[in-house]
């Protein structure tokens, strides 16, 4: 058995969520805060058997896909202006951040 944590932009999250639902698979969700542009993120848990592995990973392949946008940066406090660019800037976002961990036991109650 393997336990799946995949971190997906919140855009992408409720079309994983009905895709992974469709499918039969069930997940926890829980709202995380990435690092870099302080946005909104939502972390997937997914126990799935071995066998399950590759399919839950395709649909978290086929909802999740990275893209370009625009976000204004932040202007240092204190800190060397010289390189502040004051415009917005094009950052990919999206797509998903995936961890396969191995499950040694598996409780339901």
């Known amino acids: 058995m393997k336990l799946i944590m995949a ?3 919140d855009k992408d999250s409720n079309r994983l969520s009905d895709a992974l639902v469709e499918k039969d698979y069930r997940a926890t969700k829980l709202a995380s805060t990435g690092g870099f542009l302080k946005a909104g993120n939502t972390t997937f848990l997914i126990g799935v058997e071995d066998e399950s592995l590759e399919d839950v990973l395709s649909i978290i392949k086929d909802n ?3 893209r370009e946008q625009l976000v204004a940066p932040i202007s240092p ?3 060397n202006a010289d ?3 004051p415009y917005p800037v094009e950052v990919q976002v999206g797509g998903a951040t995936v961890f396969v961990l191995p ?5 339901k109650f």
């Open 77 to 79: 406090m204190g800190g």
């Open 103 to 107: 499950v040694e036991q598996f409780e």
């Open 64 to 66: 999740c896909k990275s």
């Open 7 to 9: 971190v997906v932009q």
């Open 83 to 85: 390189s502040y660019v």
